[in-house]
């Protein structure tokens, strides 16, 4: 459970659970939620004096970061909304976070659909794209290329393991694509006959490194190692600002029950119950000497440029999203 600020609204709260426990889950999507609840709590806000007003959304701020650590898409929406809250009176304060989110949300959406047509530039007609995890940037390139009449096949991996590529396979198959979902370990056999790896991001650090669901770096170096391009669909809200002053990323670990189940852990260990130690690492680090693009709403980047987009886009940026 999330640590509870006081004062902050049973919405925020549920949302913010609700993040942790991944059923609200995916860069953008978090982003998305979590500024809908400082939305939500701005709308139901009982503060009387501005500086109350202002104490509460910052608490419900970092109630919403402290859920999840590597997605840098949830802090820069935080601070993104924080920094529209500006008025004299509570009315003023709260009509501003509000219009301030709402844009937010918006320039989410538009930024997504615009990044697909970049990326869907890159995709040619009868492409073979193979998948890992479950991206909806990803997922908006492929959507902008059916659109533009291009016929595509998807080879998703599985992704152990929540399997989020099940999410991926299903949204696919909507949307009347053929898909051959593997198991992890069969990516490499499966990319002789790919023409292009196609994943999303939860950070871009600024020399490049994409931090994404774990099992990406393999796949990336198997992909260099078989002359398949890797294209990393990213909006921008996805660069880790912090990382240009020497700031690393943090990687989610997460619980062992998502490895093996208590019976599994006994059939292992039997009944001493002790040596084993169950290590789940959500994300990792791909060098970025192993992605040939950066896809985002600006433009398509070569990793090692994207330092230039992040510094004309959040200057040197210090200090928590809930700091003033
Ligand atoms: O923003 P979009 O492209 O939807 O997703 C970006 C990334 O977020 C997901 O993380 P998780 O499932 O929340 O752990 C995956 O790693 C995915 O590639």
Not at 74 to 79: E, I
Not at 165 to 182: C, D, K, S, Y
Not at 206 to 215: H, L, P, T, Y
Not at 275 to 285: C, Y
Request: hydrophobic letters at 40%.
């Amino acid at each position: 459970m999330v640590t509870r600020q006081p004062d902050v609204d049973p919405a925020v709260a549920a949302t913010a659970d609700d993040i942790e426990a991944m059923r609200i889950r995916g860069a953008a999507t978090i982003a998305d939620a979590a500024a809908e609840a400082l939305s939500t709590q701005a709308k139901r806000s009982d503060a009387t004096a501005p500086d109350v007003f202002e104490r509460q959304l910052r608490a419900a701020a970092k109630t919403l970061y402290e859920t999840r650590p590597t997605a840098v898409s949830l802090p820069n929406a935080l601070r993104y909304v924080l920094r529209g809250m500006d008025g004299e009176s509570v009315s003023a304060l709260r009509d501003a976070t509000i219009a301030r989110a709402e844009e937010f949300q918006r320039e989410l959406a538009r930024a997504q659909t615009t990044l697909g047509t970049v990326g869907a530039n890159r995709l040619r007609d009868g492409d073979v794209v193979m998948t890992h995890c479950h991206s909806t940037d990803a997922l908006a390139c492929l959507e902008a290329a059916l659109e533009d009449g291009k016929e595509v096949e998807a080879i998703v991996k599985e992704t152990r393991p929540r399997k989020q590529g099940h999410i991926t396979a299903q949204q696919l198959r909507e949307w009347g694509v053929p898909v051959t979902l593997i198991v992890d370990n069969a990516a490499r056999r499966y990319l002789d006959e790919a023409d292009h790896v196609l994943v999303g991001a939860d950070s871009i650090a600024a020399d490049g490194s994409v931090i994404n669901k774990i099992g990406t770096s393999g796949l990336a170096v198997n992909a260099r190692e078989r002359g398949v391009p890797v294209m990393v669909a990213a909006q921008t809200i996805k660069l880790h600002p912090d990382t240009m002053t020497g700031h690393t990323v943090e990687i989610e670990m997460r619980a062992e029950s998502e490895v093996v189940s208590d019976e599994e852990r006994r059939t292992i260990t039997g009944d001493a119950d002790d040596g084993l130690v169950v290590a789940n690492p959500a994300f990792d680090v791909t060098p970025p000497r192993y992605v040939d693009a950066i896809v985002t709403e600006r433009g398509q980047f070569p990793p090692e440029s994207i330092v230039t987009l992040m510094r004309e886009l959040f200057g040197e940026m210090t200090g928590e999203p809930w700091e003033p």
